[in-house]
């Protein structure tokens, strides 16, 4: 993502070049002209400018208050550019995603269970495998869910999700222990 590019918005100052010889009051009137129009145009560059670095600050701080751990924002602010980091939220959004998926630095503590779900919900059998070989795969990645998240999460997420009341009939399984 690039950012804003305000000196290319500038352009350069034009010089008033009559094609006719005009009087020197002429050229001067008109080149005062463009000079206020240059003038002009730098002024609300600058506002928008100003305007957006105050934005992009914003944004920092937002993501920097709200949305990351106490570690995470600790670990970047120990960062030598912590500073630079502050004022561009595409450099801060990238060193974080940096820190994320470097496990061994890492102190994110749902790095493990965000990587195991990614690998369980990207398995696909793969050209020229069989079935089982597939089927094995698969199971080795939802065992690995299972593991961090526990062997019930589907039936927990299924009775937690909305309608499930509404579908769910007791009198269907009287031993299910653990419905509700």
């Known amino acids: 993502m690039a950012h804003a590019d305000f000196e290319a918005l500038r352009g350069s100052q034009t010089v008033y070049k009559p094609e006719k010889t005009n009087t020197e009051?002429?050229?001067?009137?008109?080149?005062?002209q463009l000079?206020?129009?240059?003038?002009?145009?730098?002024?609300?560059?600058?506002?928008?400018?100003?305007?957006?670095?105050?934005?992009?600050?914003?944004?920092?701080a937002i993501i920097?208050?709200?949305?990351?751990?106490?570690?995470?924002?600790?670990k970047l602010s120990n960062e030598t550019d912590w500073v630079e980091l502050q004022?561009?939220?595409v450099k801060l959004l990238k060193r974080m995603k940096t820190f994320m998926t470097v496990t061994d630095e890492t102190e994110w503590q749902h790095f493990g269970l965000m990587e195991s779900l990614k690998r369980f919900t990207n398995c696909t059998q793969k050209q020229n495998k069989s079935v089982n070989d597939y089927r094995r795969r698969f199971e080795a990645q939802a065992d690995q869910?299972?593991?961090i998240l526990g062997n019930d999460v589907l039936h927990v997420y299924a009775t937690k999700t909305m309608g499930y009341l509404d579908l769910y009939d007791p009198e269907d399984d009287p031993d299910d222990t653990?419905?509700?």
């Open 145 to 147: 869910v299972f593991e």
């Open 87 to 89: 004022a561009d939220h």
């Open 178 to 180: 653990k419905a509700l």
């Open 35 to 60: 000079d206020r129009n240059w003038e002009n145009l730098n002024n609300k560059i600058d506002k928008r400018e100003v305007i957006y670095n105050t934005n992009k600050y914003t944004v920092a």
């Open 64 to 74: 920097t208050k709200h949305f990351i751990t106490s570690a995470m924002r600790d």
């Open 25 to 32: 009051f002429h050229k001067n009137l008109r080149q005062a």
